[in-house]
């Protein structure tokens, strides 16, 4: 399997103050990775890096086999998907779902004069239905709920067929039904072999998808833990990541955490 990401010994440092610090991170191209940690520990930095969109202040990261500062990161930018809240912002309320799919596929934001290809419009089409939202195709982006409109500004992120797909809290301010439905599309996706490799930063591991198989826990800018999700999710390393005691259990593929005497029935929790 050939490297999808590739960081070494990489700092991000910003008005003076390290954000990230001696990052060594290799993701795979078969690889579904989630990035756990504190509020302010680096997360979307670390995104952002993945995504072309800033670059390190010191060490490599090489993204699609191209080295960031040596390559046209435009071109390179068309090759990964990227979902978070900020590019949500970026989109016009008043844009129909279709169309907030459909322009991704010419790297614009709004609807102008494009002609569209057919192939694009059976794509768009396909994709909208895949992400449920088959019955939302001409409504307006700004009036959708929520979990509508995490699922649009995801279904744009896959539109391209990108090789590395990035999704910064999807499910973050989903209530439970929403997040559930979610979490199922995504672990979908996740368990597809047609799938690219995946980078999804949450808070909560309630909210890993079944199908993701590698965790990277950071704290203050540093890695704490990072490897296959099984070995790599534990109450220790959850304790180093958070400063705090957790009880952690995983039922059906999914995980819970709970800070350890919080809850009755404590001692019946931590079994993996
Ligand atoms: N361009 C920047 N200039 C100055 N400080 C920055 C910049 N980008 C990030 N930071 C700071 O770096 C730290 C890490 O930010 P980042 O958004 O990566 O954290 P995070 O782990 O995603 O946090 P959260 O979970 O709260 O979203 C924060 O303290 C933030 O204020």
Known sequence: MSDVLSLSDVSYVRDGRPILNGIDWTVEEDQRWVILGPNGAGKTTLLRLASAGEF????????????????????????????SSATARRIPAGETVRDVVLTAAYSVEGRWNEEYDRIDLRQADRILDEWELGGFAEHRFGTLSDGERKRATIAR???TDPELLLL?????SLDLGARERLLRLLSGYAESSSSPAMIMVTHHVEEIPPGFTHALLIREGEIQAAGELESTLTAENLEATFGLPFELSRSRGRYAAVARGAADGADSAGAI
Not at 58 to 72: A, E, K, N, P, Y
Not at 74 to 83: D, K, Q
Request: net charge neutral; charged share 20%.
């Open 157 to 159: 992120a896959v539109m």
């Open 168 to 172: 910064d809290e999807p499910s973050a």
């Open 56 to 83: 390190p202040t010191s060490g490599t990261v090489t993204v699609l086999g191209r080295t960031l500062g040596r390559v046209d990161v435009f071109e390179l930018r068309n090759r990964i998907g990227m979902a």
